[in-house]
């Protein structure tokens, strides 16, 4: 289940909640002042790479996704 960030247009608190995805837009309650006047927050994300040597072609590491070569992707 992801978490998400809102911000309440009441007090201005942000806060998180974990909520299913469909349930994304519906008006979080805010742990402050209990309004229901919140909305959605894009947030940033950290993605941790590691080093080249963890994935060098050579070693056969890395990837993701279907660049393995079963999908046609150009792979071999």
Do not use: K, Q, W
Not at 26 to 33: G, L, T
Not at 64 to 75: M, R, W
Request: with cysteine; glycine share 14%; charged share 15%.
């Amino acid at each position: 289940m992801p978490l998400y960030e809102y911000r309440c247009n009441d007090c201005s608190a942000v806060f998180e909640l974990l909520r299913p995805m469909a349930d994304r837009e519906v008006a979080a309650v805010c742990p402050s002042c209990e309004s229901r006047a919140s909305m959605p927050l894009i947030s940033r994300v950290a993605v941790h790479a590691g080093s080249s040597s963890e994935a060098s072609p050579s070693t056969g590491g890395g990837g993701g996704g279907c660049c393995g070569g079963s999908c046609g992707c150009g792979a071999n």
